[in-house]
C-alpha cells in the first residue's frame, strides 16, 4: 500500500521532494517496498490542486513552470481546486502532511496549526520548518504520540544530513552530555573568507549574498538566531530536555575583525560561530556565540558553508558529522528520510 501525500507548500524544498519521488520511484519501489503518491497540493501563492488517485508529477511541474498556477492542471474527473492548507489537511485522502510552507520562524505559525489539525485527524506529518519544532516540541510531540501518529522534522537542523536520526539510533544508549556545531553555512562560509582570503566582514557577506548562501537582510544568519533555533531542537530532542528559544544565549559574528582573526591565527586558533547545549548539575545549558577553536577541534576543519555537529558521548567518546545544511535536493532528502521512517518504524504501508 502506497503513502498518499499531501504538500501544505510547494516551494524550492517540496518541488525538491517531489522530484526525488519521481526519479527515485523504482528505486524506492525495489530496494525499499516504498511507494508513495501525490494527491494534494496546497500553496497559498500557486493554488491548490486535489485528486483522490494521484496526481502526475512531471505534470505538476510543467504546468508550475508555465504558468505559475498549479490550478491550471488538466482536468480529469474528480480534480478538485481552491482547498486551503486546512481543508486540504482535513478533507483529502492523504495520510501523510508534507509541511513545507511559509511559516513565520518567531510564532511558528501557520505551522504549528496545520501540524495539530493533522495529528487530530490520525494524520502524519513530515517536516522543515524550525519554528514548531523549537517552540512547541513538547505540545506537538505529545499530540502526535497520543493520535498515533509519526512527526518527522529531520530537516530542521542541517537538511538532509542526518543530525537527529544519528543520535536517536546509532548512538542509542549513550548519555550525550555535550553537542557543539556549526549550524549555519552562511556565517562559517563569512568566517572562511575572512581567514583565507583576508576580507573584511562586510565583504566577506556581500559575496555570501551574491551566491545566495545569505540573504538580502542577514541578520537571521549573522546574529545567531537561525542557529538558536537549531540548538534548542537538539537539545529538547536528544537532551530529552525542557528548553525554550529564549534559555539559548546568542551572539552572532558581525563584530568580528580581520585583526581578531589574525590574532587567532597568531594562536594557532580558528573562528567558529558555535551552538552549544551541555549539561550541569542536571540541567541542560545552551548558547550560541563566536569562539576560537584548536586547530586539532573536529570542527576547526570545517570550512564554506558546510555544517557539522560533535556528540559527545559517555561510551562512544566524541563523534563528529558533517555535511550540506541547506539545498533543494539536500532537504528534500531530508523529507525522504522521514517517509522512510514512516515505512519501516510504523510498519503502516508494507507491502
Known amino acids: 500500500m502506497e503513502q498518499k501525500l499531501a504538500f501544505i507548500g510547494f516551494g524550492v524544498v517540496g518541488q525538491g521532494l517531489a522530484e526525488i519521488l519521481r526519479d527515485k520511484k523504482e528505486e524506492l519501489r525495489k530496494n525499499e517496498g516504498f511507494q508513495a503518491s501525490i494527491v494534494a497540493i496546497s500553496d497559498l501563492m500557486k493554488g491548490s490542486i486535489y485528486h483522490p488517485n494521484g496526481l502526475d508529477i512531471?505534470?505538476?511541474?510543467?504546468?508550475?513552470?508555465d504558468t505559475g498556477n498549479l490550478e491550471n492542471y488538466p482536468y480529469v474527473p474528480g480534480l478538485k481546486t481552491g482547498m486551503d492548507s486546512f481543508k486540504t489537511i482535513?478533507?483529502?485522502?492523504?495520510?501523510?502532511?508534507?509541511?513545507?510552507?511559509?511559516?513565520?520562524?518567531?510564532?511558528?505559525?501557520?505551522?504549528?496549526?496545520?501540524?495539530?489539525?493533522?495529528?487530530?485527524?490520525?494524520?502524519?506529518?513530515?517536516?522543515?520548518?524550525?519554528?514548531?519544532?523549537?517552540?512547541?516540541?513538547?505540545?506537538?510531540?505529545?499530540?502526535?504520540?497520543?493520535?498515533?501518529?509519526?512527526?518527522?522534522?529531520?530537516?530542521?537542523?542541517?537538511?538532509?544530513?542526518?543530525?537527529?536520526?544519528?543520535?536517536?539510533?546509532?548512538?542509542?544508549?549513550?548519555?550525550?552530555?555535550?553537542?557543539?556545531?556549526?549550524?549555519?553555512?552562511?556565517?562559517?562560509?563569512?568566517?572562511?573568507?575572512?581567514?583565507?582570503?583576508?576580507?573584511?566582514?562586510?565583504?566577506?557577506?556581500?559575496?555570501?549574498?551574491?551566491?545566495?548562501?545569505?540573504?538580502?537582510?542577514?541578520?537571521?544568519d549573522v546574529e545567531g538566531y537561525d542557529a538558536r533555533y537549531k540548538i534548542a531542537i537538539l537539545a529538547n530532542y536528544v537532551m530529552k530536555t525542557t528548553l525554550s528559544v529564549q534559555d539559548v544565549s546568542c551572539k552572532g559574528i558581525s563584530e568580528i575583525t580581520l585583526k581578531d582573526i589574525e590574532d587567532a591565527k597568531a594562536e594557532g586558533k580558528r573562528w567558529k560561530l558555535l551552538a552549544k547545549a551541555g549539561k550541569k548539575d542536571g540541567k541542560v545549558?545552551?548558547?550560541?556565540?563566536?569562539?576560537?577553536?584548536?586547530?586539532?577541534?573536529?570542527?576547526?576543519?570545517?570550512?564554506?558553508?558546510?555544517?557539522?555537529?560533535?556528540?559527545?558521548?559517555?561510551?562512544?567518546?566524541?563523534?563528529?558529522?558533517?555535511?550540506?545544511?541547506?539545498?533543494?535536493?539536500?532537504?528534500?532528502?531530508?523529507?525522504?528520510?522521514?517517509l522512510l521512517s514512516i515505512h519501516r518504524e510504523k510498519g503502516l504501508f508494507k507491502t
Not at 127 to 136: C, E, F, Q, R, S
Not at 295 to 301: K, V
Not at 314 to 323: A, N
Request: hydrophobic share 35%; glycine share 10%.
Open 285 to 338: 545549558e545552551a548558547s550560541i556565540s563566536p569562539v576560537k577553536v584548536d586547530l586539532t577541534d573536529p570542527l576547526a576543519s570545517i570550512s564554506g558553508a558546510t555544517n557539522a555537529i560533535t556528540y559527545e558521548c559517555d561510551l562512544l567518546g566524541t563523534v563528529t558529522l558533517s555535511g550540506p545544511g541547506a539545498g533543494k535536493v539536500e532537504t528534500g532528502y531530508a523529507l525522504l528520510i522521514d
Open 90 to 220: 482535513r478533507d483529502t485522502n492523504a495520510d501523510t502532511i508534507v509541511e513545507v510552507s511559509f511559516t513565520d520562524v518567531k510564532t511558528g505559525q501557520p505551522a504549528i496549526d496545520h501540524c495539530k489539525t493533522a495529528f487530530k485527524c490520525g494524520k502524519n506529518v513530515v517536516m522543515t520548518n524550525k519554528g514548531p519544532v523549537a517552540l512547541a516540541y513538547r505540545e506537538l510531540a505529545k499530540m502526535a504520540e497520543e493520535n498515533g501518529v509519526f512527526w518527522g522534522f529531520e530537516g530542521t537542523v542541517m537538511s538532509g544530513t542526518p543530525a537527529l536520526r544519528l543520535p536517536s539510533a546509532a548512538l542509542a544508549g549513550n548519555d550525550i552530555t555535550e553537542i557543539r556545531g556549526i549550524l549555519n553555512g552562511t556565517t562559517n562560509y563569512i568566517l572562511t573568507k575572512m581567514e583565507e582570503e583576508g576580507v573584511s566582514y562586510e565583504d566577506a557577506l556581500q559575496q555570501a549574498q551574491r551566491l545566495g548562501y545569505a540573504e538580502n537582510d542577514p541578520t537571521s
Open 58 to 65: 512531471d505534470t505538476v511541474l510543467r504546468v508550475l513552470k
